[in-house]
């Protein structure tokens, strides 16, 4: 969902029938935060590695594992849904005011 959102948004600035879509999405990722403190599309594909992939599977969220993979940033679960949030909520008040 994180994914889904804040890839999303920026294209909100850029392609007018956008600004629904991503402020949907940004929404839904919002709430789901804000319910479950967690991405559930994270549990799953979490899941699904373990069961399909063994190898490949991984434990905290998806943006920390790849995060750390590819550029070495190290950062809680937490802080990064800190930083998504405050990242999200930047791009809403940008999209409403356009």
Not at 35 to 46: K, N, T
Not at 77 to 82: I, L, Y
Request: one cysteine or more; proline letters at 4%; aromatic letters at 14%.
């Amino acid at each position: 969902m994180d994914l889904c959102g804040g890839g999303s948004a920026p294209l909100m600035f850029f392609i007018e029938r956008m600004k629904e879509y991503g402020l949907g999405m940004v929404g839904l990722n919002l709430a789901t935060w804000a319910v479950w403190r967690r991405c559930p599309l994270s549990e799953w594909q979490a899941q699904l590695l373990k069961k399909f992939h063994p190898p490949a599977a991984f434990d905290g969220a998806f943006i920390s594992h790849y995060a750390k993979k590819y550029v070495s940033i190290n950062l809680s679960r937490a802080t990064w849904g800190k930083i998504i949030y405050v990242y999200m909520v930047a791009i809403v008040i940008v999209a409403l005011m356009l």
